[in-house]
């Protein structure tokens, strides 16, 4: 029985995967949702109530069509809060990647008939509506999906990780991969949640949090390019979840 808090889950332009990690994964966050009400969601059942209103609304996906941004806007004025999930959501995220490239072109290379499309770039919920936080990755943490749903149970500001995951690696004990096997590692710029879970096992972060506020890109492209990396490479790994935000400014890395 839930406690009469509304929930909306909505899902635009992605995999489906991170309400899949809503539902599935972790046992301590499906008891969680299960203290909710869940008024809409297509992935659990057909109808429900799509117009709200809602205590939260959960937005899957970037923005690739008018349609989306329209009913967005509308999802945005019927609750009370609104969180992205997600990288798509939240930065863009793979759909964002054709941000790179004309619109168009990007079209031709997928759709043999064009005139059945009606794409715009792809955009994070933010570029359209105010949210109240995001909960961040590829698919999302569950800390962070715990953390939102347990704040608006007990009425509460929801606290997210704001730091790199750099800091990660210390908690972790891990051996920074950027120092010590000068691996082009994307975690000083990159936001906390994942646990490190990529460099804890060797592996260089490749960005899949989306950026840290006030990370310092240039930077972190100009030790890139000290590396021996070509400038193209270096604006590929920071383009490779969605078209460089404020933090990874387009400026500070294009080839």
């Avoid at 005139?115 to 943490?141: E, M």
């Avoid at 790994?237 to 294009?254: A, I």
Wanted: charged share 25%.
């Amino acid at each position: 029985m839930g406690t009469g808090k509304r929930i909306g889950i909505f899902k635009y332009s992605s995999c489906a995967g991170c309400q899949f990690q809503l539902f599935y994964f972790q046992h301590y966050v499906l008891e969680t949702i299960q203290a909710v009400d869940i008024v809409y969601c297509k992935m659990l059942q057909s109808g429900g109530e799509e117009d709200g209103p809602f205590d939260l609304a959960l937005i899957e996906g970037a923005i690739t069509e008018q349609w989306q941004a329209d009913q967005l806007k509308r999802i945005r004025e019927r609750s009370e809060l609104l969180a992205p999930i997600g990288s798509c959501a939240v930065c863009g995220g793979v759909p964002a990647i054709k941000n790179t490239a004309h619109e168009l072109d990007a079209q031709r290379r997928v759709y043999e008939d064009i005139s059945v499309v009606h794409s715009l770039k792809a955009h994070p919920v933010d570029h359209y509506v105010r949210v109240d936080g995001y909960v961040r990755g590829c698919p999302p943490g569950v800390r962070d999906l715990a953390e939102l749903v347990k704040s608006l149970l007990l009425n509460k500001t929801p606290r997210f990780l704001d730091y790199s995951v750099c800091v990660e690696c210390k908690l972790e004990g891990a051996i920074c991969v950027l120092v010590a096997y000068q691996e082009p590692c994307m975690g000083p710029v990159t936001s906390a949640g994942c646990g490190a879970l990529c460099p804890s096992r060797g592996r260089a972060c490749y960005g899949c949090w989306g950026p840290m506020k006030d990370a310092n890109a240039k930077a972190l492209a100009d030790r890139f390019e000290r590396m021996g990396l070509g400038r193209e490479d270096i604006y590929r790994r920071f383009t490779e979840f969605g078209e460089p935000t404020v933090e990874w400014k387009p400026g500070q890395v294009k080839p």
